[in-house]
């Protein structure tokens, strides 16, 4: 008799209504089922899309970041049908998304307009693909990896192997930098002051064998020296040359320096100080009269 009455407790608690939608009992048995199928569409989207699917893609010439696109684009319309097939289950009829379509709406007026813009921008980073997978990115004023892509952020590993969550709202509507967009090759610019007193002859053989002895930098397209201009107290210069990989533009830039520094020492040539001319000149002789300034 004793598990009688609570098998009857928990069917009275399982059956509880908690609100109706369009004439549809909402009850703690039609969630706990609404629940069970969004996981199971879920586990079944794990397996399917990113093992199966994920598998077959792999084996194709399709490039990365497309592969990952539409993995996850494959993920999240299961998950839609997932939701869609769930509330038949308890019992709502499709029409009444556009109900909970109604809620949502107000939430964003109330403060879900953030969110909102993410999660759209996050469509368009999948479709559009500005940036994917793998590719070398610099926003404001971090610079990484992008990692992955979710509907609401972007995960993007920095250049000191620290995973840095980044708004899709922040790829969309401010400036950012693609190392590898269209072509992996990029051109560094590096710029260094001379001496008057050096010999241009030599600075410009120094620079151009820095560039040919560095096995970073690419034959094709050529490496150049551009002679920018006469300054305070040097000659400015630029060397400019095209490396494959632009992961490595840090680390290609710092070499081309240190080489900078080594093989003008070896040559006589002098990266100069700033220099300013001080010219002093002696106060004027102040009269000593009483007699008052006469007027102006």
């Not at 002859?201 to 490496?223: G, M, W």
């Not at 300054?231 to 494959?244: E, F, K, P, Q, Y």
């Amino acid at each position: 008799m004793k598990f009688e009455e609570i098998s009857l407790w928990l069917q009275q608690i399982v059956n509880f209504k908690l609100f109706v939608i369009r004439e549809t009992p909402v009850t703690i048995s039609s969630l706990i089922l609404f629940v069970l199928v969004l996981l199971m569409f879920e586990v079944l989207g794990r397996i399917l899309i990113k093992r199966l699917l994920g598998r077959v893609l792999s084996r194709t010439s399709l490039e990365e970041g497309l592969r990952y696109a539409l993995l996850r684009m494959g993920h999240y319309l299961l998950l839609m049908a997932g939701l869609i097939i769930g509330l038949q289950v308890v019992g709502f009829d499709v029409t009444g998304l556009f109900v909970v379509f109604g809620f949502l709406s107000v939430g964003i007026g109330f403060g879900l307009q953030n969110i909102t813009s993410n999660w759209i921008s996050g469509v368009i980073l999948l479709f559009e693909r500005p940036i994917k997978v793998g590719d070398r990115v610099t926003v404001g004023d971090l610079e990484g990896d992008v990692q992955e892509i979710n509907m609401r952020s972007t995960t993007v590993r920095s250049l000191n192997n620290i995973s840095i969550i980044v708004p899709n709202s922040d790829f969309i509507s401010s400036t950012v930098i693609n190392w590898s967009h269209s072509d992996h090759k990029i051109r560094l610019e590096v710029e260094v002051g001379v001496s008057y007193t050096s010999d241009l002859d030599t600075v410009l053989r120094c620079l151009k064998e820095i560039a040919e002895e560095n096995e970073e930098v690419l034959d094709d397209p050529k490496h150049d020296i551009i002679f920018k201009g006469f300054g305070d107290s040097a000659w400015n210069l630029m060397l400019r040359v095209w490396i494959n990989d632009p992961k490595r533009h840090p680390r290609v830039r710092s070499d081309i320096n240190c080489e900078i520094v080594r093989k003008f020492r070896a040559n006589g040539v002098e990266i100069p100080y700033p220099q300013r001319d001080l010219h002093v000149r002696s106060p004027l002789p102040v009269p000593l009269t009483s007699e008052p300034l006469p007027p102006a």
